[in-house]
């Protein structure tokens, strides 16, 4: 775009920017890294530069390099000390240009926000907020920043075209929804949280909102939110020591942790995990797994199936030796069971998307709590199939009903006495012949999951009945 002239910046100007805060920015998060003695989380950074990279001016003169060097080191401190409990509270790029603007009287520019840039903002945005699953959030803050700007502008005499013109095409509205306003840790763990979250900083926004002299910029905005979402979200990290590694299939494994405190969590609910280790893939040292785990347990376990070849993060999760440590936090998810014990259940997992069904029945179970629950579990073969111990005892104690199924038909091993083939909607009215009562959860790799959306909706189960087990890079 700036080749071209569509953009008032010399091209060479932007590179030469990205790559100075891109340099900055790994330098000072090795050294808080070695600092705090915590793992440093590369790919964060480059997502960082590039943030800073769209919204400040590309550098021109000494002074303009100045205020990038200070944006990338506040951005990277950001992380390190504004946290709590090695939590961090606010939006590191957030929080950096704002202390900027008040230390240095220099602000972002958030040239990002103009109409060349939309197209490309708006297909990256939609693909970002679809991987990730924010679809909410985003969707309640984009509703909210347009109405109070349709509202607040109305009551000043402006026209609602220009408002919607100049709010869509001329700031960076979309931009800051779809990248900044949907960061992982600094938003609220459920749904529920993060619509709330959501409607706050869409309110604050809003360009005719102010206290005072002091009017809401989009950082701003956003900081003001992290603390609302810092209040709502748990509050530390864990550090993990492994007590053992459990081989429970081909290539799947039970990683056993114990941990520096007792985690308070919801049967379901997943964890991010970080471990640093040298020469990380495109994929970072952060990864995403629910806990297969109950809260009734000391231990915390994380069940792992590991592919060939395996991602820089998974080999060295399974070279870690006893006693070695890895860093955990971001508690979240709202894929767990309903406060309402009466609610009839049926439960699909394929895989190794199993986990949070072994952690929920294992909390039935040492809560000996009786719910109408029928499992559905889908393998390849039957070496594959894990924690039957726990759910052939939820069977005896709790009356819940386990349905095993094989997929590879042709290898069936003798005598076996459960289904064959894929989960079909010939098999669930089978086994469930009062589907339409039930609430469905799901768990499995995406195309899994989104096949079994089509299967239900098409047996005219509501879109509420179906909950699907999501987070951030299903591994």
């Given at each position: ?15 030469y ?58 951005t ?10 090695k ?7 957030a ?32 693909l ?36 919607t ?106 964890l ?29 376990i ?19 030796a ?108 089978a ?25 239900l ?18 591994a």
């Amino acid at each position: 775009m700036c080749a071209f002239g569509v953009l008032p910046y010399n091209v060479f100007y932007l590179i030469y920017s990205t790559a100075f805060l891109l340099s900055v920015g790994l330098l000072t998060n090795e050294l808080f890294a070695k600092v705090f003695k915590v793992p440093a989380n590369s790919e964060s950074v480059y997502i960082s530069a590039l943030i800073l990279a769209l919204i400040i001016t590309p550098a021109k003169s000494f002074n303009d390099y100045i205020f990038l060097f200070w944006a990338a080191v506040l951005t990277m401190a950001g992380k390190y000390i504004l946290a709590i409990s090695k939590k961090h509270i606010f939006n590191p790029v957030a929080v950096a240009v704002v202390i900027t603007a008040l230390a240095l009287n220099q602000s972002a520019s958030w040239w990002v926000g103009t109409a060349w840039m939309l197209p490309f903002v708006l297909l990256a945005g939609l693909l970002i907020v679809k991987k990730i699953q924010r679809i909410d959030l985003v969707y309640y803050f984009l509703l909210t920043a347009l109405v109070t700007t349709w509202v607040l502008g109305a009551f000043g005499g402006s026209s609602l075209v220009t408002l919607t013109r100049q709010t869509i095409l001329g700031s960076p509205l979309l931009f800051f929804a779809f990248v900044m306003l949907t960061e992982p840790l600094t938003t609220p763990p459920t749904n529920r949280l993060q619509i709330c979250y959501g409607v706050l900083v869409g309110f604050l926004i809003a360009p005719q909102i102010h206290v005072g002299n002091l009017y809401f910029s989009p950082e701003l905005a956003l900081v003001t939110g992290n603390i609302f979402s810092y209040l709502a979200s748990p509050k530390r990290k864990l550090m993990l020591s492994l007590k053992q590694k459990v081989r429970l299939g081909p290539d799947i494994y039970d990683f056993v942790f114990r941990p520096d405190r007792k985690l308070a969590f919801t049967p379901g609910q997943y964890l991010e995990w970080t471990l640093g280790h040298k020469k990380s893939d495109s994929r970072g040292n952060r990864r995403y797994f629910t806990l297969a785990s109950s809260p009734t347990e000391s231990e915390i376990i994380m069940g792992v199936k590991f592919y060939n070849p395996p991602s820089s993060f998974k080999k060295a999760l399974f070279d870690m030796a006893s006693g070695q440590t890895l860093l955990a936090g971001q508690l979240a998810g709202d894929f767990t069971m309903p406060k309402d014990k009466t609610q009839k259940l049926v439960f699909i997992a394929g895989g190794i998307g199993i986990t949070p069904f072994r952690s929920m029945l294992k909390y039935l179970i040492d809560k000996n709590e009786r719910r109408d629950i029928v499992l559905f579990y889908a393998n390849r073969t039957a070496d594959e199939i894990v924690y039957r111990d726990v759910f052939d005892r939820a069977g005896r104690q709790l009356g819940i009903k386990t349905v095993y199924t094989l997929t590879k038909q042709d290898q069936l091993p003798a005598g076996w006495n459960g289904e064959a083939g894929y989960i079909t909607e010939r098999m669930i009215q089978a086994y469930v012949p009062d589907f339409h009562q039930r609430t469905f959860y799901i768990s499995g790799p995406r195309s899994m999951t989104a096949a079994f959306e089509q299967t239900l909706a098409n047996m005219g189960l509501h879109k509420r009945q179906i909950k699907i087990d999501f987070f951030p890079g299903f591994a």
